[in-house]
């Protein structure tokens, strides 16, 4: 497996600088991130890592975002790649998009019958949304089909040891199946692909000093207050708005101890479609 080089990643897409068209909030539901809401920061820039990770692999390239979600990724592609589709199935963030994101094509869609041609893209970007779907197996294959022979499926996913420790039944009431690193890597080359890297996210020096400072988890910190209702102390909300994407660091090593597990995939120039 190659390793991956961490791309510049500019400004932030919670910087106002980056959106252009007028497009209201989307509401934070816990299904999906969303920018510039300080309590929910340290998700938000969790879930950037992936773009500011394998932004550069975008460039010069068609790229569909398979869940578009809130849009602020896909325009992060659109500042490097010739082209940008947007896929999702809630109407509300597809219209977001479209109002707040004009450099992106949006779509409004099923993953599991993607609607695009066939061998019709470069790259397929699909981060933190597998866990969500019903079948994982079929949205993959849809993936594979609407890919161009060597073009590349980009996903990361939670890593359910650490997400959901000691649970196969999901924790977040949003995942329908979450995945390791076995199952993910497994569940890719049963479908045709050819996994090329499979690496982790984890906390940097910044965020285990958090750690260390909440008593061991600083994540349990924002989700025991969350659960139970409680208003965060200022202290707590100024921790968490101060993550920067920076604050993570993405290893092939130890990645059973990750937080979430980030996976290219490659489409075999020799597969025929079934």
């Known amino acids: 497996m ?33 920018p510039g809401i300080p309590e929910e920061n340290y998700w938000f820039r969790r879930h950037e890592i992936a773009y500011a990770s394998l932004l550069a692999r975008c460039a010069g390239k068609t790229v569909l975002e398979a869940g578009a979600g809130e849009g602020y990724g896909a325009d992060m592609i659109a500042d490097v790649a010739a082209k940008v589709i947007g896929v999702d199935y809630d109407i509300a963030a597809v219209e977001h998009v479209r109002a707040r994101y004009p450099r992106v094509e949006m779509i409004h869609g099923n993953l599991a019958t993607l609607p695009l041609d066939d061998a019709s893209v470069d790259i397929v970007v699909n981060f933190q949304v597998i866990e969500h779907l019903w079948d994982q197996s079929q949205f993959l294959q849809e993936c594979l089909r609407v890919l161009r022979p060597g073009g590349e499926l980009l996903l990361s996913t939670p890593n359910r040891i650490t997400f959901s420790p000691g649970s196969d039944t999901p924790l977040n009431p949003f995942h329908t199946r979450e995945l390791n690193a076995t199952e993910l890597s497994g569940l890719l080359t ?3 692909f050819e996994v090329t890297t499979l690496i982790g996210v984890h ?33 707590l909300t100024a921790d968490v708005a101060h993550v920067s ?23 075999p120039r020799s597969h025929a479609i079934r």
């Open 203 to 235: 906390h940097g020096p910044g965020l285990k000093a958090l750690d260390a400072k909440y008593g061991g988890s600083f994540i349990a910190a924002q989700i025991d207050r969350a659960l139970a209702g409680q208003p965060w102390p200022p202290e």
């Open 190 to 192: 049963d479908v045709g």
């Open 2 to 34: 190659t390793p991956v080089a961490m791309s510049d990643p500019g400004r932030s897409p919670a910087d106002p600088e980056r959106t252009t068209g007028a497009g209201e909030p989307l509401p934070l539901t816990g299904e999906r991130t969303v």
């Open 245 to 267: 994407v920076e604050d993570f660091t993405l290893a092939a090593t130890d990645i059973d101890a990750s937080l979430d597990l980030v996976a290219i995939a490659v489409k």
